[in-house]
């Protein structure tokens, strides 16, 4: 199955077009339900009976430490229409890190099928187990969106689901910003001959996902060390071992993905230990006699630098290649290239990573970093849950393909 993807401009959160009435649900890869408004007469939902399978396995996916809108009472003048309980849960806003109850319920959903190709006609209807919530939770979202995407590894979210609805492999894939496939299908994308079409999901490095006892949904990668590179001058992040490992006893630290932050975030110790790293390979590997220096930095950024980066014959500019040296087996480690994490602000260019500050955590627990949407845009990721791994082919422009490279929609 396929469904587009957009990006909205003022938030910087992703939405997909899978549901029915086409209404945005946005995008929470670190989301355990699939929740959306809707009202709390008894008349306008059928709900999921309180004491079944299904509702005890939802109740396990409560936020904990979340801040309720409503002082979790949205639904407790609900009249139900009849003597049957009604399952609750807690929807999540992934931005402010408030929640809410709900009912849960029956969401209709519809979307194409894929060959790894092209888009197939016409669409097929089907329904997913989705969460109601009040509209209240719907502060900081994108104008226009109503409903949540939660894509983690929890048994309610979106993949998850499809995956028993479908009988297809546990495997989901995102191309941000342009679009998603569920299902073990190929993804074909076009190589630097832009006749030739290769299938990337089998082109691509992998590296295992982690479990994290504390937050079991969470896509955890193996991050052993940070570093930079320019021009041959090499600066690795002054870290103590283990500094990016998860805690098994307490579920701290660990390097998780989510899309409800635009930039990657750091602890502070681990962000400026990146940070130092990062100025010294700036630093030293600048081209001799040119005018390259840090500058004040424009918020919500901490690094920012003025002078002339040159450019590139195969794309964007000529800067520092950032390191995340992957261990536990991964094939080969994460490279953030030029346009994956520097952003262009008015008189200089700044580097879209950030340490964690009193915004609200966009993951549950307490990560080392949370690598956010501009390091996961145009970059090919494989959620391959059934082998408990992740295909990663990093920057595409870098590799003069995209993910708009591909002929999905074009029919």
Not at 213 to 226: F, L, S
Not at 341 to 361: D, F, N
Not at 392 to 404: E, K, N, Y
């Amino acid at each position: 199955m396929i469904s587009k993807i957009a990006k909205d401009p003022v938030t910087s959160l992703y939405t997909i077009s899978i549901k029915a009435d086409k209404s945005p649900l946005v995008v929470d890869l670190a989301g355990s339900l699939v929740w959306s408004t809707c009202s709390s007469s008894a008349l306008a939902h059928s709900s999921v009976q309180c004491e079944s399978a299904t509702c005890s396995m939802a109740k396990q996916q409560c936020p904990p430490h979340c801040r309720y809108v409503d002082g979790g009472r949205f639904w407790e003048n609900r009249q139900l229409g009849s003597t049957e309980c009604a399952c609750t849960v807690h929807p999540l806003n992934p931005v402010t890190g408030e929640c809410s109850t709900g009912d849960l319920t029956s969401l209709a959903m519809s979307t194409n099928t894929t060959n790894g190709t092209m888009e197939l006609r016409p669409e097929e209807s089907f329904a997913v187990l989705g969460a109601c919530a009040p509209s209240r939770l719907l502060t900081s979202l994108p104008v226009g969106a109503t409903d949540v995407a939660g894509l983690s590894r929890g048994p309610l979210s979106l993949p998850s689901q499809l995956t028993a609805l479908r009988g297809f492999g546990n495997k989901f894939a995102l191309c941000l910003p342009d679009f998603a496939t569920f299902g073990d299908t190929p993804v074909y994308l076009s190589v630097p001959d832009p006749r030739v079409y290769i299938d990337y999901t089998t082109a691509i490095p992998y590296t295992p996902l982690l479990t994290n006892p504390a937050n079991t949904g969470g896509h955890y990668i193996p991050v052993k060390g940070i570093s930079v590179s320019w021009h041959a001058s090499d600066a690795a992040a002054a870290l103590p071992s283990g500094a990016l490992d998860i805690d098994v006893r307490t579920g701290r630290g660990g390097v998780v993905l989510s899309t409800a932050t635009p930039y990657t975030i750091m602890r502070p110790d681990v962000f400026r230990a990146f940070a130092i790293a990062f100025d010294d390979a700036i630093m030293r590997g600048k081209i001799p006699m040119t005018t390259m220096r840090r500058v004040q930095a424009t918020k919500p950024f901490e690094l920012c630098y003025d002078g002339a980066f040159p450019m590139l014959k195969r794309s964007g500019y000529d800067m520092p290649y950032i390191e995340l040296e992957l261990g536990n087996g991964a094939t080969r480690n994460w490279t953030l290239f030029n346009s994956n994490y520097m952003v262009q602000v008015e008189g200089a260019m700044c580097v879209g990573i950030l340490p964690m500050g009193p915004r609200a955590m966009p993951v549950a627990g307490e990560p080392a970093a949370v690598i956010g949407g501009k390091q996961l845009e145009d970059n090919l990721l494989v959620f391959d849950l059934e082998k408990q791994r992740l295909g990663f082919s990093m920057l595409l422009p870098f590799q003069l393909s995209s993910c708009r490279s591909s002929n999905f929609f074009r029919n």
